[in-house]
């Protein structure tokens, strides 16, 4: 038997439905028994080597072929601009990146973005003023802001993004929005979409085609059983596509 | 003292320095037995005569800097671009074809990756003034034996044609930016986008579209080939057909079809190649080793219009992918390490003190002629310069890993080499021979 594909996946909120996902294409996947602390873990068919990785770090492993394979979220893979072929979209982890920011500064004037401060509520923020900007996403801010002649300050966190606009760290924050609800409890707004994001597989240039066989046997299980599951979906669902 | 290296440089010492040499030994080697001549460029040059063409990433990538007349500078960020100046400028009516090869540094503004930093070492080889599938095919078939001749067991080469992609998009006469979106989602191989993207198209003809969806299926073995015939919309699709079918007779000709790949679907770098293209991969290394194809307009901007078609291979990368594969070049040292016995009555070793070296510099005087024609047969000889004791002198040689230590005693005819080596993980005894004795001294060579 050839040498497992190794596999690299988040950790996180993408493992489940990944793994649900390479079971259904059938491929042996490993068991939550052993409580999720070791960080190789081999299918029991020999088929894939597993390896779970933080979601930013997916990209990196497969981009440099330490994973020949791997599923990243649309939103890391663009932000890590990270040179790796993505041969198939995967219908789960929908997200949306959005620009957003406290609802007093929005000016009424149509199309034009302008946040408040938290602590100066009552100066209207030009965009060419330089908004600061609480992200986990500075290439992509950046890349938005920069597109609309706009020199954005960036403040690069690792996390609680919404803190920063309520406290006037920040005047917008870009972050991650699923269904909005934090976003709506801390009282932001939703301004711009930059990016509409779902899962992807990934695969490293070299193993696409050093392993050409078994990679393309990975993605056409997988899209099999994403063609699978978008029929099951419309049945259920009378024919609408519930993914939206 | 803090003595930071700016970003982007390296230095190799020993044990990489001499695998450098031995690949670049290799391949000159190499494509010498090819007929290819090497030149030497320079470092850097006029950045207008680098940025032609070259796209604006790599125009980015470029090191500029101002000359004392305020012209703009660069370092040369790759060799190819040098190399068509050279033969556009110089050597344009010179008997065609010139088969010219390279090796050097060249320097990029890119993200380190892949032991590739802003400066790396590159080896190359153009073939000048000859079109055609056997000139494309010798320069793939070189590719291959080049890394071969480095001693890398396992790598593969996959081979494309800009023409095949070029011709699809003439067939699909797409709207510019749906073309844009098109190249851009076959460039990620993204399967998925091509069946979306088609949706904003709903005039293509039903061949069009299946032309466009078979696209990421067309990489793999030669049966690729046959597949793409059925997907062909015109002749420029038919042509790059046939240019790579010539190919794989050929280079089954040359016994290297074992090593290469088709990849219908390769649209990198599609503005600069005009035909053939390739890239090679090492099993674990993740990133191209090598990269190469045909480009008959570049010369153009220099001079007479000239085919040309060649490769460029990153030797930090081909480091790497050899030591991936368990070669790892051994690190250089001398064969031994010989010392002169003091004379009688001397005041006796220095082991080392201040001063040692010039107070028994007469000591050395008949050690080195034996020296002299033992390098000549090809022994690597160091002398100690310190005046140690027969202990100290083991030890120094043990510490850098000279596997033996000895001590010339005597004048001509009756001269005695006293010897002490480590085997394996043995040290024998110090031992006498005759300093003539060359038949034992050859054998200390190549252990």
């Known amino acids: ?244 | 003292m803090d003595r930071p290296l700016p970003e982007g440089v390296r230095d190799l010492l020993f044990a990489d320095t001499a695998a450098f040499r031995r690949m670049e030994t290799a391949l000159q080697a190499t494509w010498s037995a090819w007929g290819y001549r090497e030149i030497h460029l320079p470092t850097f040059e006029y950045a207008d005569t680098l940025a032609t063409d070259v796209g604006s990433e790599m125009d980015a990538e470029l090191y500029r800097f101002f000359d004392r007349q305020g012209r703009t500078l660069a370092l040369r960020p790759d060799m190819t671009i040098p190399t068509a100046r050279v033969v556009g400028t110089r050597l344009y009516d010179q008997p065609m074809p010139l088969r010219l090869a390279y090796t050097g540094s060249v320097f990029r503004y890119e993200p380190p990756r892949a032991g590739r930093q802003h400066e790396f070492g590159q080896a190359g080889v153009e073939l000048i003034g000859a079109g055609g599938t056997v000139a494309d095919a010798e320069v793939v078939a070189l590719a291959a034996a080049a890394l071969q001749a480095v001693g890398l067991p396992e790598f593969g080469i996959t081979l494309g044609h800009v023409g095949f992609f070029r011709g699809l998009l003439a067939g699909l006469a797409l709207p510019e930016r749906l073309t844009a979106r098109l190249q851009e989602a076959v460039a990620r191989k993204a399967e998925a986008e091509l069946v979306r993207l088609l949706a904003d198209a709903p005039a293509l003809p039903p061949v069009a579209r299946q032309a466009v969806l078979a696209l990421p299926r067309l990489t793999g073995s030669a049966a690729v080939l046959r597949d793409a015939e059925a997907v062909c919309l015109n002749a420029t699709m038919m042509n790059a057909l046939a240019d790579l079918r010539s190919m794989a007779a050929l280079l089954d000709a040359y016994g290297v079809s074992d090593f290469v790949t088709y990849d219908l679907a390769e649209v990198r770098d599609l503005g600069y190649y005009t035909g053939i293209t390739f890239e090679g991969f090492a099993p674990g290394l993740g990133f191209g080793l090598i990269s190469g194809g045909r480009y008959d307009d570049l010369i153009g901007h220099f001079g007479p219009p000239c085919p040309a078609v060649g490769w460029a291979l990153t030797l930090d990368r081909l480091l790497l992918a050899r030591e991936m594969q368990g070669i790892v070049e051994p690190e250089p040292r001398a064969d031994v390490l010989l010392a002169a016995e003091p004379p009688a009555g001397a005041a006796g070793y220095q082991d080392g003190a201040v001063g040692a070296a010039s107070g028994t510099g007469g000591r050395c005087q008949a050690c080195l002629g034996w020296a002299a024609v033992a390098r000549g047969r090809g022994l690597k000889v160091e002398i100690d310069p310190l005046g140690l004791s027969p202990e100290a002198l083991w030890q120094a040689a043990r510490a850098r890993g000279i596997p033996r230590a000895a001590y010339f005693a005597g004048t001509d005819g009756k001269a005695t080499i006293t010897v002490r080596a480590h085997c394996g993980a043995v040290s024998a005894d110090w031992r006498s021979i005759a300093a003539d004795d060359w038949e034992e001294m050859d054998r200390w060579q190549n252990r």
């Open chain 1, 1 to 244: 038997m050839a040498e497992p594909l190794t596999v690299a996946l988040p950790k996180g909120r993408l493992t489940d439905d990944a793994l649900v996902f390479l079971a259904r294409a059938g491929y042996a996947v490993p068991t939550n028994g052993d409580g999720g602390r070791k960080l190789v873990l081999d299918g029991a068919d020999g088929r894939l080597r597993y390896i779970f990785v933080k979601p930013s770090d997916v990209p990196v492993f497969v981009e440099y072929g330490a994973a020949d394979v791997g599923v990243a979220g649309l939103d890391v893979l663009r932000e890590s601009a990270r040179d790796v072929y993505e041969p198939l979209q995967l219908p789960f982890g929908y997200c949306r990146l959005v620009v957003a920011a406290l609802p007093r500064g929005i000016s009424g004037s149509a199309g034009g973005i302008a946040g408040g401060k938290g602590d100066h509520p009552d100066r209207p923020l030009r965009l060419e003023r330089s908004p600061r900007v609480a992200t986990k996403f500075p290439r992509l801010t950046e890349a938005f802001f920069r597109k609309r002649g706009i020199a954005a300050e960036l403040i690069v966190m690792s996390g609680s993004v919404e803190l920063a606009p309520l406290v006037g760290l920040a005047d917008f924050i870009v972050d991650l929005v699923q269904t909005g609800t934090t976003l709506r409890e801390n009282g932001l707004v939703e301004l711009r979409t930059i990016l509409e994001s779902q899962a992807e597989l990934i695969a490293n240039r070299a193993s696409y085609r050093l392993k050409a066989a078994e990679v393309r046997e990975l993605i056409d299980a997988l899209a099999g059983a994403v063609a699978v599951g978008d029929k099951k979906l419309r049945i259920e669902d009378g024919g609408n596509d519930v993914r939206r």
